[in-house]
């Protein structure tokens, strides 16, 4: 029996044929990912790179280091480390590195396969040093960012979401754990996030389920939490108002 027939007829035991179907659907059908806007912002280490020409290190030691990696088909963090570039966008402020003796002063460009493109990190700065002060990179990115922010700040600027988030998650580890499947699986964590920090309003069974397909739950997800997580709102909101005597 191959391998195939063999995960075809465990779903089929644990009647999760339909589940898997429309997972295959909805993977066969999504459109290709949109590539990120500034991609070289997410520099580990780049909080630390104060000015705009850093910035504009940063960015040209990024995209020297991918297209590198690309070619050698390698990690691009094989080819030079996150920090290393963050160190020598540091440094550009200060004692404006660009010879290969200075770069090898930091010590991730004394690593096998950065020494061996020397002379590609030197275009690289030299390229950053030699732009107009109109064409470096803003401190702050320009990208809006949606959605709510990271889920530790949420008791302080809204207990009343952080109930509501510890309450869904709750809700959707139980319902996995009752099914045999990952947490993740149920239900996307970015999903789990954004309905419980703009739930609708009633929070219903209908409400909540046309909530979660506008954020990519499947069919068979939201037959299985949209009730669940709509009752799970309802308690935090009876919890909140017994607790504040409202």
Known sequence: MTASRRIAEQLDAQGKTEWARQEFAAIASAPPSQPRPDPWRRTSGIHRVR??????VVRELFQTRDAIARKADLSPR????????????????????????????ISGFRARNARR???????????????ADSELPE???ATVVTGPPPAHRWSERDPAAAARLAAARETVTTLAAAHGLPAENLLPPDA??????EPPDPATPETVAAA???????????ELTAGPLAEAFLNTLVDSAEQYGE
């Open 51 to 56: 000015s705009r020409r850093g910035l504009a």
């Open 212 to 222: 979660l397909a506008g954020y990519g739950a499947r069919p068979w997800q939201m």
């Open 78 to 105: 094989r080819v030079l480390t996150d920090q290393a570039i963050i160190e020598a966008a540091r440094m550009e402020t200060t004692r404006q590195p660009g010879s290969r003796l200075q770069l090898e002063q």
């Open 192 to 197: 789990v996030r954004r309905l419980s920090w």
């Open 139 to 141: 401190v702050t990115s």
């Open 117 to 131: 493109n020397g002379h590609a990190w030197q275009a690289a700065m030299a390229r950053a040093r030699e732009l």
